[in-house]
């Protein structure tokens, strides 16, 4: 293995209008490479060192749908069952529709079932602002737990059909209350004693960590084409609503070392170095699986996701030559708004976790390169 032109990337990156970032890939349970580049704060002139902690946006999706699967292959649920009956806020939906030229509320022909949060085919939008939104943050002091933001997205009309079409959404959030609903336990603290402790993750959570902690985080960017450069943002995450809220589509802050004792369990088919069983072998295999019909495919049409399909909420190499991939088939994972980028691939054993904190974060043109580069270095 020679990883000199991932090095070289990192590099590049930075040189062109990446801030910092950090990179470590593992095979068979071990570290293979490792490397950081830049700056986690420009101005005050501080280096990545490779402790630092990232917002990680929608790479948090890739562990809350793990925590769904652990629930799955316990049998606490089919994926075909429907989703009112855990959460009956959800069991008589409302669809916008266009009747004679006028949008019209109609109810739903379809129940949502629970494959339907998995894989984004729910109907759901990904708005917060709404007024069901506004009034338990308004009822709850600011603090939105996470079930009663749950009950007011149920409020919100649906897109379209369950089932009709695949659309990035809150269906992950949603999700997230599932979990908590059946497994009788927050969020967070269901992730700390499956997944976060097991792991030895000390630096992962839903939500906010320490004020202590946060000192580490490195300073979140944002990329401005109308300047051609990068400003740093207020460092917050928007999907974080409340003290009380843990966002399955976008709660988790990591380091890039924490979250890989994550990816590297996942890419050895769900057992850890230390052989904590996560999940099992079958149900990494199904987590994976392509789950779009032609029609819900239309609208999975991403330039960076090109080559892909979408399993039980990850993306999931199907087409080598469309996505011009030298990796296998099965390569899968997520990435995040500020430009985290996971690579999970139990047939070879390997994951890669790249970190990255800049909003606008140019993932159509990092990510592909990514995953050739470090598949061609291995």
Same mark, same amino acid.
């Given at each position: 293995?020679?990883?000199?032109?991932?090095?070289?990337?990192?590099?590049?990156?930075?040189?062109?209008?990446?801030?910092?970032?950090?990179?470590?890939?593992?095979?068979?349970?071990?570290?293979?490479?490792?490397?950081?580049?830049?700056?986690?704060?420009?101005?005050?002139?501080?280096?990545?060192?490779?402790?630092?902690?990232?917002?990680?946006?929608?790479?948090?999706?890739?562990?809350?749908?793990?925590?769904? +699967?652990?629930?799955?292959?316990?049998?606490?649920?089919?994926?075909?069952?429907?989703?009112?009956?855990?959460?009956?806020?959800?069991?008589?939906?409302?669809?916008?529709?266009?009747?004679?030229?006028?949008?019209?509320?109609?109810?739903?022909?379809?129940?949502?079932?629970?494959?339907?949060?998995?894989?984004?085919?729910?109907?759901?939008?990904?708005?917060?602002?709404?007024?069901?939104?506004?009034?338990?943050?308004?009822?709850?002091?600011?603090?939105?737990?996470?079930?009663?933001?749950?009950?007011?997205?149920?409020?919100?009309?649906?897109?379209?059909?369950?089932?009709?079409?695949?659309?990035?959404?809150?269906?992950?959030?949603?999700?997230?209350?599932?979990?908590?609903?059946?497994?009788?336990?927050?969020?967070?603290?269901?992730?700390?004693?499956?997944?976060?402790?097991?792991?030895? +993750?000390?630096?992962?959570?839903?939500?906010?960590?320490?004020?202590?902690?946060?000192?580490?985080?490195?300073?979140?960017?944002?990329?401005?084409?109308?300047?051609?450069?990068?400003?740093?943002? /207020?460092?917050?995450?928007?999907?974080?609503?409340?003290?009380?809220?843990?966002?399955?589509?976008?709660?988790?802050?990591?380091?890039?070392?924490?979250?890989?004792?994550?990816?590297?369990?996942?890419?050895?088919?769900?057992?850890?170095?230390?052989?904590?069983?996560?999940?099992?072998?079958?149900?990494?295999?199904?987590?994976?699986?392509?789950?779009?019909?032609?029609?819900?495919?239309?609208?999975?049409?991403?330039?960076?996701?090109?080559?892909?399909?979408?399993?039980?909420?990850?993306?999931?190499?199907?087409?080598?030559?469309?996505?011009?991939?030298?990796?296998?088939?099965?390569?899968?994972?997520?990435?995040?708004?500020?430009?985290?980028?996971?690579?999970?691939?139990?047939?070879?054993?390997?994951?890669?976790?790249?970190?990255?904190?800049?909003? /606008?974060?140019?993932?159509?043109?990092?990510?592909?390169?990514?995953?050739?580069?470090?598949?061609?270095?291995?």
């Amino acid at each position: 293995m020679d990883f000199s032109r991932l090095r070289a990337f990192q590099d590049y990156l930075v040189s062109w209008r990446i801030p910092g970032n950090d990179c470590m890939v593992t095979k068979d349970h071990e570290t293979v490479y490792r490397y950081q580049a830049g700056w986690a704060d420009r101005e005050a002139g501080r280096r990545m060192a490779g402790d630092e902690l990232y917002y990680f946006w929608s790479a948090s999706k890739v562990i809350t749908t793990s925590l769904g +699967m652990r629930l799955f292959e316990s049998g606490l649920f089919t994926m075909n069952d429907p989703l009112s009956a855990y959460m009956p806020e959800f069991a008589d939906m409302t669809v916008r529709t266009r009747i004679d030229g006028r949008e019209e509320l109609v109810p739903a022909k379809r129940p949502i079932r629970i494959r339907n949060l998995f894989n984004m085919t729910a109907g759901f939008d990904y708005n917060f602002g709404t007024p069901y939104v506004d009034e338990v943050k308004k009822a709850t002091g600011g603090d939105c737990p996470t079930r009663e933001i749950a009950r007011a997205i149920a409020k919100s009309p649906l897109c379209f059909e369950p089932g009709e079409r695949w659309q990035y959404s809150l269906c992950h959030d949603v999700l997230g209350a599932f979990i908590e609903v059946v497994s009788g336990k927050r969020l967070r603290d269901y992730a700390r004693e499956v997944l976060f402790d097991p792991l030895g +993750m000390d630096d992962t959570c839903y939500n906010l960590p320490s004020p202590e902690k946060l000192k580490r985080m490195a300073v979140q960017y944002n990329w401005r084409d109308d300047l051609g450069k990068y400003l740093p943002t /207020n460092n917050t995450c928007g999907h974080i609503l409340g003290p009380g809220y843990d966002s399955g589509g976008a709660g988790v802050v990591s380091t890039c070392a924490d979250y890989m004792k994550f990816a590297d369990t996942v890419a050895n088919g769900g057992t850890s170095k230390d052989g904590y069983r996560y999940l099992s072998p079958a149900t990494v295999d199904l987590w994976r699986t392509d789950t779009l019909t032609p029609e819900q495919r239309v609208s999975y049409n991403w330039d960076q996701l090109a080559g892909y399909g979408y399993g039980f909420g990850v993306r999931t190499m199907v087409d080598r030559a469309a996505g011009g991939s030298n990796g296998p088939v099965g390569e899968f994972g997520w990435g995040g708004a500020a430009g985290v980028w996971v690579i999970l691939d139990p047939d070879s054993r390997v994951a890669l976790v790249y970190t990255q904190h800049m909003l /606008n974060n140019q993932e159509p043109f990092i990510s592909p390169r990514l995953r050739n580069i470090l598949y061609a270095c291995l």
